[in-house]
């Protein structure tokens, strides 16, 4: 597995390139424009800066996330094929810089959800909870004025521009099916793909986070059936996966570890985080190992080194720690730790193989 950590620019992190270079093993950062609005084409001297920025701390840039989808696509409205236009323009770009993996996520509407960025935990640390009775009784803009007063940064997927305009995105999904996602979803990868492909790039698309409906709009990137649908929508190379255990691992029917060992030839991402899961349906984000939460961290790192696994990885979420003021989900500390947790997992895995060898 190859190491990466997100990191959302100069000015823009609390986190600094200086102190992800003391992480063991992390060889490059994940990275997007993240000023730049969904559906605007990425101009080429802002990709410049920050490839050059981490590039200068040693760090590759071959994985941006995300390249956010323009809601007129997912809705499948006529004025998509501009936007479209503009995302293969943006694709094209990244190759030119040796971008080899691009995350995007085809959520209508929000990107991930919760209910509170701050709980907190009984050791002290808080992170990011979702209440499910909660999110079943809130109004969605009630939600996002939470969200957005809970954080000083702006959280990746609740850009205000985005939100902006929620009564009038509520009205136009409005009768949107699943069965509708899923053929924007098609006509969307049909443009895209080939572009991607020419451009040396792999799109790996996010799971749903959480994976199933949330305010009555569709969700479809929510289980092993559907990303198997989703994998032969376009069955090209080009066409993968971010297999993100914490988004798909919070439904519990879900088996990640099922799921790596059937997609990670198509994985070209992982990202690796575990969760807490109520019987109520509630869940909680928490550190990375696997007795701290419901998800089998050590189980899932196994079944991506059994298959031989060389796509990139990165600890997803932590917790807040240590009193460290950052944006929630991305402090320094527990993505830290977590990185050691795999490292130390994948490590033995490699020493046992080379001894039997
Ligand atoms: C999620 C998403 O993995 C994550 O950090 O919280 O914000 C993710 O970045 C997007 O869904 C990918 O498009
Ligand atoms: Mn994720």
Known sequence: MRMVFRWYGEGNDTVTLDQIRQIPGVEGVVWALHDVPAGEEWPMDKIRA???AANRYGFHTEVVESVNVHEDIKLGLPTRDKYIENYKRTIEKLGQVGVKVICYNFMPVFDW????????NEDGSTA???EKAKLENIDPMELVEKITRNSALTMPGWEPERLQDLSRLFELYKG???EDLWRNLEYFLQEIIPVAQRSGIT????????????FGLPRIITNQDNLRRFLQLVDSPANGVTLCSGALGAN????VIAMVYE????VPFAHIRNVKIYENGDFVETSHRTQDGSLDIYGIVKAYHDKGYTGYV???HGRQLWGEQCRPGYGLYDRALGIMYLWGIWDSLERAKGEQA
């Open 50 to 52: 920050v490839v050059d």
């Open 128 to 130: 990011l909870f979702y």
């Open 252 to 255: 519990p029917d879900n088996d």
């Open 113 to 120: 959800v919760r209910t509170d960025l701050n709980r907190k």
């Open 263 to 266: 997609f990670a030839d198509r």
């Open 203 to 214: 799109m790996a698309i996010h799971p749903d986070d959480p994976p199933w409906s949330v």
């Open 176 to 178: 949107v099916t699943e």
């Open 314 to 316: 990165r600890p997803d």
